[in-house]
């Protein structure tokens, strides 16, 4: 099984920038993609960014221009570089990952315990 560890959240004010850690271990699979997910109180948990396993990337609307998502395979980790925050950017944010080629819109088949996102007005 993969264990997930997210790192990097906070509390930012509007306008400020966070980025966000996911140390990945134990994969297994010959290929694999990996994603970001939110959830927001009161609101279904909703995909914010994935990076397929060849490198491509997805957005939600939402955070298209704003977030980025990049992975450093040497060290096993993906990163959510987070700009521009909004208040309605907070959530509590997951990493997670499949074996495949792309993330988008499947079921995942491990996640992480989530790490809180707080952004004030």
């Known amino acids: 099984q993969v264990q997930l560890v997210e790192s990097g959240g906070g509390s930012v004010q509007a306008g400020g920038s966070l980025r966000l850690s996911c140390l990945a271990s134990?994969?297994?699979?010959?290929?694999?993609?990996m994603a970001w997910f939110r959830q927001a109180p009161g609101k279904e948990r909703e995909e914010v960014a994935g990076?397929?396993?060849?490198?491509?990337?997805t957005y939600a609307d939402s955070v298209k221009g704003r977030f980025t998502i990049s992975q450093d395979s040497a060290k096993n980790t993906v990163y959510l570089q987070m700009n521009s925050l909004k208040p309605e950017d907070t959530a509590t944010y997951y990493c997670?990952?499949?074996?495949?080629?792309?993330?988008?819109?499947?079921?995942?088949?491990?996640w992480g315990k989530g790490i809180p996102v707080t952004i004030s007005s």
């Open positions: 997670a990952t499949r074996a495949g080629w792309m993330c988008w819109g499947y079921d995942m088949d491990d």
């Open positions: 134990g994969h297994t699979y010959s290929s694999y993609c």
């Open positions: 990076i397929d396993a060849d490198g491509s990337t």
